[in-house]
């Protein structure tokens, strides 16, 4: 993963693109754009206290990095110039033309679209928008370019933000990138994302993969140079290379319930060689010493993904028994599957005759785009979303069918009367009765065609949408609306019957009704469940995820918690050695939940204490945080096992006379000291500056010694630890 450079030059640029930019008339142009942008920026700042010209700089050093031509690069200068100055359309058409300035625009619509709004008048426009945007490609390119420099900035933003930014970079651009090709750019987002969306999850895969650096490093070198020296054998030339695998590729594997250590790819070689025979050469070679597995092998280069990826893919027995993944291609494969559609840049001036093809590629692609607006119409929650990107959006052919009013509804091919009634609005879905295509009644399993004009008749005494039109519908809008429709009628049934049931167990216990319904038992029964409120109980109760007798069995305390236990024992003194599997040691109990307590935030070498709580296990404090200095009769000895491998969490205060430059001042202190900032969040006083950062550290002394070296920075007057 590379990181952000806010000390990039425009010389650095230049420097850059000039090596494969030969036409000294765009260079210039390239110059012009900068220094325009760089005019029109002036005196503004980004949050990290960097000149804002950073941004647009790093966007296009991006944008080189896959030979992007020098319109796209002098866009990605200008992108931010009309949201963000005083600057318009046609000024930047006079200066710089129309190509580059309908670019700059379709960037600056892009950028003031929010995904997750529900208002369907805006997102009926913005799907008017982006359908007119998507003519342009390059316009989503310079998108991804732009979020990459700012997903590598991400940490400047509250922790809030920061994971609504990658969640929506996961759901929205991601699979865009994907399914472009364009795997550099993707895989960092990815992996960017995941470090903010779920960063103890990507902390954890990164220790897991530095703890076995090592000797990964050491068996992929040795396998690297057998398989090299067999290829040399057999006079075919190549050159091959050990493969990362990136961090999130891991993640989707553990979350599919692989473990670590059954993630064999992660040995890895990439072989290149010069033509597509060669690839098959280089199989028959490598297959011939080291036996493949059955059901590995995967060929791309005689049928192509989708994202015009091409390779050869193998998994083999290699050195000391370890499975090694290799996949073989020609160099011209390797700049498709790296920069995907955008890798048409690369060839422009080198007269491959994989050109042609490649644009036309290019140009389909860009249906992918106008799909993929419809889903903005949709009010299913992010899950659903997701699975309608990943089911709708990747068909082939779209039609266009009409109100009778006139007003035009983009569906894709093979969609029915009842895709077009949800489409409208999930009340017209929810209420219809029947269709009138070009004035004669369908039924509505119909499946509509380019051009036709639909009429949705309804009736507002309807009792709802059937459940057959789950499988008549096409589209996985129409499908979830159906479902969320009787999700509503469910819940009320289970509603009724999970009620109705705890009362008859309740009565068949000969328990009072006003003891057990009690506020204090019922706020017990709800916290030990997990439960927001009695509604909640009684439907998990009516569909059966949990029963009547198990909640009547914990009013009767005949299930008792490990938490009473525990409490039992140490009122009674009563402890014995158990062996540690924790990085917190509770002195008497094993396999019991562990939390470290948000208010004070301990991390290895601080003075701690264990409180019991009710139903959620032991809460771990500093011994100087007043949260616990009164519940002396729940309090536990605790202590850290000695063993702890991972980093902790926790919050420092730091107290500033000024601003200037100071983030990047305390990010610089970071690099030594072996900690990581998740979160800056800055407060301002009447006499200065306040900054509450959130660090992973592993141990107390690190941190001390971070603290002092902060001190060093001549602006910040004091630094301590938070406890809220």
Known sequence: MRKDNPNLTFEELYEKVSTYITSKAERKRLSEAYQFASEKHFGQKRLTGEDYIVHPLNVAYILSDINADAATLCAALLHDVIEDCDCTYEEVEKKF????????????????????????????????????????????????????????????????????????????????????????????????????????????????????????????????????????????EHQIKGRAKSIYSIYKKLDKGKRFSDIY??????????????????????????????????????????????????????????????????????????????????????????????????????????????????????????????????????????????????????????????????????????????????????????????????????????????????????????????????????????????????????????????????????????MNDMNELHISIGNGKVTAASIVNSYRNTNRTKEELLLDKVTKGETKNIPVKNDIIVEGIDEIKVNIASCCKPIPGDRIAGYISKGNGINVHREVCPNISDLEERIIEVSWNSEIAKKYSTDILIHASENKDLLLNIISKTSGNDITIQSINTLHTTDGYLFVINVLVKDKETLQKFMNDLLSISSIVQVERVIK
């Open 97 to 236: 033309g129309k190509e580059i300035a309908d670019l700059v625009n379709g960037v600056t619509k892009i950028n003031r679209l929010k995904f997750t709004c529900d208002n369907e008048a805006v997102i009926a426009n913005h799907r008017k928008i982006l359908v007119g945007l998507c003519e342009d490609v390059r316009i989503l390119i310079i998108k991804f370019a732009d979020r990459l420099h700012n997903m590598r900035t991400l940490w400047i933003l509250p922790e809030k933000k920061q994971k609504d930014k990658a969640k929506e970079t996961l759901d929205i651009l991601t699979p865009i990138a994907h399914r472009l090709g364009m795997n550099q750019i993707k895989s960092e987002l990815e992996d960017l994302s995941l470090r903010y969306y779920k960063p103890d999850i990507y902390f954890s895969i990164v220790e897991k993969l530095n703890q076995t650096r090592k000797e990964r490093d050491r068996i992929v070198n040795e396998m690297m140079s057998k398989v090299s020296a067999l290829l040399t054998k057999h006079h075919l």
């Open 265 to 530: 790819d992660l040995l890895a070689l990439r072989v290149f060689v010069n033509t597509e025979q060669d690839c098959y050469q280089a199989l028959g070679i490598i297959h011939s010493k080291y036996r493949p597995i059955p059901k590995r092998f995967k060929d791309y280069v005689a049928m192509p993904k989708p994202n015009m990826y091409q390779s050869l893919h193998t998994t083999v027995f290699g050195l000391e028994g370890f499975l090694f993944e290799i996949q073989i291609r020609t160099y011209e494969m390797d700049e498709i599957a790296e920069r995907g559609i955008a890798s048409h840049w690369s060839y422009k001036e080198r007269g491959s005759n994989v050109k042609a093809s490649m644009q036309n590629t290019m140009e389909q692609k860009l249906q992918f785009f106008r799909e993929i607006m419809e889903l903005k119409e949709e009010e299913t929650n992010d899950e659903e979303f997701v699975r309608s990107v990943q089911e709708d959006v990747l068909k082939d052919t779209t039609i266009y069918t009409f109100t009778p009013a006139g007003d035009v509804i983009e569906l894709p091919q093979g969609a029915t009367p009842i895709d077009f009634a949800y489409c409208v609005h999930s009340g017209v879905g929810d209420t219809m009765v029947g269709a009138i295509v070009n004035g004669s009644i369908v039924p509505l399993d119909y499946v509509l065609n380019d051009g036709d004009i639909v009429k949705i008749n309804t009736n507002k005494n309807s009792s709802g949408p059937s459940r057959e039109w789950i499988d008549m519908a096409y589209t996985s809008r129409a499908k979830n609306k159906i479902r969320s429709f009787y999700n509503r009628i469910d819940k009320e049934g289970y509603l009724k019957t999970g009620t109705e049931t705890l009362q008859k167990e309740v009565r068949k216990r000969k328990i009072s009704f006003n003891d057990f319904y009690s506020n204090e038992n019922l706020a017990k029964l709800l916290e030990e469940f997990h």
